[in-house]
């Protein structure tokens, strides 16, 4: 079955082909990043007009690449949500427009399960059941996974998302936009030990998280620095390698305790801050210690893409999950609440 994934939720333009019995046979990515960068951030009606724009040509392009025409897609899923809803009823639209004019099932996705179910992508693949760390711009959690669809959640960030506070963070030393793989360019030059920030809930009993009072504490140092004209590219870079190791001490810390909590032995990490080296090297070492192993999609796979919606949406209809007309989008949307 080929399965043609669009996916449209924030600021990238991805679209896919996958085949189950073939794997990925084609997949394009637009990134927005540009074009935001000048406001310092997402600006919704932009993006969702970007999408309208570079939607129809990129779908054209992959089935083409793929040798392939549209009347050999078997299915189309979409991210259905949560999202940006201007930027997700692009999608949507298009989706179900060409689905109806094709005569082919589509089936609206999770855009949280794509990125939880992206390290299928590699080979080898992890098996069912595992726990999934979902580390990204707008989430931060636990998933224990135990199937297609069978997600529990086991942790949750309390207010700011590691990603979101990367940014944040990014934003205070002066970094320009996107902050998160700004700054963790600017921590390689930073030396340990030279600046104490906080680890919030570190040994907090729960797998909950928080971010936003180490987010704090590098505004209170900084401004502090700067009153003192010591604020310099040198303390900058400091201030950015201890930011980024308390993100890594935390996530691998409540890692290995989701492993403990759920009893499983395999963790699958997903979502953008899922391509930082730090954090990826930290949790190979500390859960094979423990006799476990850990899966991560390709860095091309970290971000948002059509390739995880497209496979999210092959497995769904593969586990009999209904298809059909269906143009709504759903901005928020819980993970768990299927």
């Not at 549209?70 to 997700?88: K, M």
Request: proline letters at 5%; a negative charge; glycine letters at 10%.
């Amino acid at each position: 079955m080929r399965v043609l994934g669009i996916e449209t939720s924030c600021d990238e333009t991805g679209v896919a082909l996958y085949d189950t019995e073939a794997g990925l046979l084609s997949h394009l990515l637009h990134s927005q990043v540009e074009m935001h960068a000048r406001y310092g951030g997402v600006v919704p009606e932009l993006a969702s007009r970007d999408h309208i724009e570079r939607l129809v040509p990129l779908i054209e392009t992959v089935v083409a690449r793929a040798g392939l025409g549209l009347p050999d897609i078997d299915a189309i899923a979409y991210t259905q949500g949560p999202g940006l809803a201007g930027a997700l009823l692009v999608g949507a639209s298009v989706a179900n427009a060409l689905a109806y004019a094709l005569g082919k099932p589509v089936i609206g996705v999770h855009h949280l399960e794509g990125h939880l179910l992206s390290p299928l992508l590699a080979t080898p693949a992890p098996a069912f059941p595992f726990v999934a760390l979902l580390v990204s711009g707008g989430h931060t959690q636990f998933y224990d996974v135990r199937g297609v669809g069978d997600y529990r959640l086991l942790g949750d960030t309390l207010d700011d998302a590691a990603g979101e506070a990367f940014d944040k963070t990014a934003k205070l030393l002066g970094l320009a936009y996107p902050g998160g793989p700004a700054l963790a360019k600017l921590a390689e030059q930073g030396r340990d030990g030279v600046v104490t920030l906080p680890r919030p809930m570190l040994d907090a009993p729960s797998l909950d998280m928080s971010f936003s009072g180490l987010k704090t504490a590098v505004r209170v140092l900084t401004q502090r620095l700067a009153n003192e004209d010591r604020l310099d590219d040198a303390a900058r870079a400091d201030i950015a390698r201890e930011f980024e190791s308390a993100v890594v001490d935390v996530l691998a810390a409540k890692s290995l305790a989701a492993l403990a909590a759920s009893g499983h032995s395999t963790l699958v990490v997903a979502g953008g801050v899922g391509a930082n080296l730090r954090l990826r090297e930290r949790l190979v070492r500390v859960v094979e210690a423990r006799g476990g192993r850990v899966y991560f999609p390709a860095i091309a796979f970290c971000t948002d893409n059509g390739a995880m919606i497209a496979l999210a949406g092959a497995l769904r209809l593969a586990h009999a999950r209904q298809a059909g007309a269906a143009f709504d989008v759903r901005p928020r949307w819980e993970l768990a609440s299927g």
